[in-house]
């Protein structure tokens, strides 16, 4: 099976609120990034990676992108925008094409694998873990109380909008996507077709299900986590020191 990753790293990353975009920040000596590509490339299944990088890093990529087996390419402004400038350079004779973030240095070689495999067979899937709190759904609501919490509420100054629960979702149809996202090749351009035609999503399961398409659910895994706050980045370090990794 040939088998292509998309690796999306156009993006700024501002909510970590470091001077350079996260997908470069390192981690233990390595950029997450770096450790996102290694990963994909570990697997004997993927022929190639490509990476959507932001604009001013295309023409001096990082040395550790300068491989044979991966291609850089522009990202856009958008996350969508940079997986179809990805999928453009995607060979012609590639049956699957995933897709990654740069963000998501811990994926592990079963997880990617089992997402190539259900893709293949339905045409997308996802690594997704269920939910394990239960789930509530919110409305926003307008009060002019403050305080209850610690006892007797007073009132507010003004009155503000708050998250109310509206009702309690059943806790087993709740599943929390990760990535890779896995797609067959015919199915990844109907999805991007629609991105092109205006549609929007936070991820390209999110286009396929507007596409009409049939995504799968495989089993993630807990460690695969998504390096957007400080938090995260302290979560991480304690994934190092799990591995014998140095900070």
């Known amino acids: 099976m040939h088998v292509v990753a998309v690796v999306a790293a156009g993006g700024q990353g501002t909510r970590l609120g470091t001077a350079v975009p996260k ?4 981690l233990g000596g390595r950029s997450l990034l770096e450790r996102s590509v290694r990963a994909l490339l570990a697997s004997p299944l993927i022929r190639q990676v490509i990476v959507a990088l932001p604009a001013a ?8 992108l300068r491989d044979p ?12 925008d940079s997986v179809a400038n990805a999928a453009n350079a995607v060979s012609a004779d590639a049956e699957v094409v995933l897709i990654h973030d740069a963000a998501r240095p811990f994926v592990d070689l079963a997880t990617i694998e089992r997402v190539i495999e259900a893709a293949a ?5 996802i690594a997704a873990l269920p939910a ?4 509530k759904l919110a409305e926003v609501t307008e009060t002019s109380w403050v305080g209850a919490e610690f006892g007797e509420p007073l009132p507010a100054v003004r009155p503000k909008s708050v998250p109310a629960v509206k009702r309690t979702l059943p806790r087993e149809t709740i599943f929390l996507a990760q990535t890779p996202q896995g797609f067959r090749r015919d199915v990844l351009a109907r999805v991007l077709e ?13 286009l396929a299900e507007q596409a009409g398409c049939t995504v799968l ?9 998504k390096i ?4 995260d980045l302290a979560f991480a370090r304690g994934l190092l020191l799990e591995r014998g990794e140095a900070l």
């Open 217 to 225: 659910l495989v089993p993630g895994d807990p460690r695969n986590i």
């Open 228 to 231: 957007t706050t400080a938090t």
């Open 132 to 135: 394990r709190d239960t789930v």
């Open 57 to 64: 890093h295309l023409a001096r990529p990082p040395v550790y």
């Open 121 to 125: 067979q339905a045409g997308a899937a």
């Open 69 to 80: 087996r991966i291609r850089v390419v522009e990202g856009g402004v958008r996350r969508q």
């Open 194 to 206: 629609l991105g092109a035609q205006g549609a929007e999503g936070t991820d390209e399961a999110a």
């Open 23 to 26: 997908q470069f920040l390192e």
